[in-house]
């Protein structure tokens, strides 16, 4: 079945310093991939929408200059959180729609990374 | 707006069945789905559901939903162990960004 893989899966980093995260879709194309964001033991929040060969879609509150989103391929979305602070510090899952006719409009999630920002 | 409220626990005992409830706001949601998260994991699509069915089974899983009232279900046939997880309902309209509810944490007990 389909897969979405993200990477990492744990980074930690330095106040200051930027980090991205990487989104693949590796057996569908996905023209469009979304950006959520899951603080512990609440729900997610969607951060934002990607979209390949234009400019990201951005949710009410979302920084778009400390958020950049980059869909630069079919298959490949990435999440760069620019001057990381602590506060940034989460889960961050990416998901993506098979666009095949047959795929059912199932949208597939990747594992998500843990950010920790210290 | 979308909302959706989902409750937030649910024991159950190793065999039986699980109910996890689910209502939502939007009425035009297309796609209503439920989604699995063990802990430290992603998110694995359990099943889905078109808004104009009222009813899905596939294998130990059964989805209802009651349109005129906006709420969904999902059931779990004979919990097994592996079964202790949070569950997402979330809806989607017409552009596949989802709407989460808060999560149900389900307990199975031996």
């Known amino acids: 079945g389909a897969v979405v893989s993200q990477h990492p899966s744990r980074v930690i980093c330095k106040s200051g310093t930027s980090v991205k995260i990487e989104c693949r ?3 569908f194309q996905a023209t ?6 899951q603080f512990p033991k609440q729900s997610l929040m969607l951060m934002a929408t990607s979209n390949e060969g234009s400019k990201a879609t951005y949710e009410q509150g979302v920084e778009k200059d400390k958020f950049l989103i980059n869909h630069a391929s079919l298959t490949l979305s990435t999440l760069t959180v620019t001057s990381a602070h602590p506060e940034d510090s989460s889960f961050y899952i990416c998901s993506a729609r098979d666009l095949a006719e ?3 409009n199932t949208i597939y999630f990747g594992e998500g990374s843990w950010l920790t920002v210290v | 707006g979308e909302d959706v409220e989902q409750s937030l626990f649910l024991s159950v005992r ?13 009425s035009s949601s ?9 802990p430290g994991a992603g998110l694995q699509l359990l099943t889905y559901i078109f808004s104009n069915m009222d009813m899905k089974q596939d ?4 989805v209802l ?7 969904l279900s999902l059931r779990i046939a004979d919990t097994q162990t592996g079964d202790s ?26």
Request: glycine letters at 6%; one cysteine or more.
């Open chain 1, 25 to 27: 879709s590796l057996d």
């Open chain 1, 32 to 37: 469009t991939m979304f950006w959520y964001r």
């Open chain 1, 102 to 104: 047959n795929s059912g």
């Open chain 2, 14 to 26: 190793e065999g039986d069945s699980s109910v996890i409830n689910c209502t939502y706001t939007d």
């Open chain 2, 30 to 38: 297309t796609y209503l789905y439920w989604y699995k998260q063990e």
């Open chain 2, 59 to 62: 294998q130990r899983l059964t």
């Open chain 2, 65 to 71: 939903l009651n349109k005129k009232d906006k709420h």
């Open chain 2, 85 to 110: 997880a949070i569950y997402f309902c979330a809806e989607s309209v017409d552009d596949y960004k989802l709407s989460f509810g808060a999560g149900t944490t389900v307990t199975v007990r031996a």
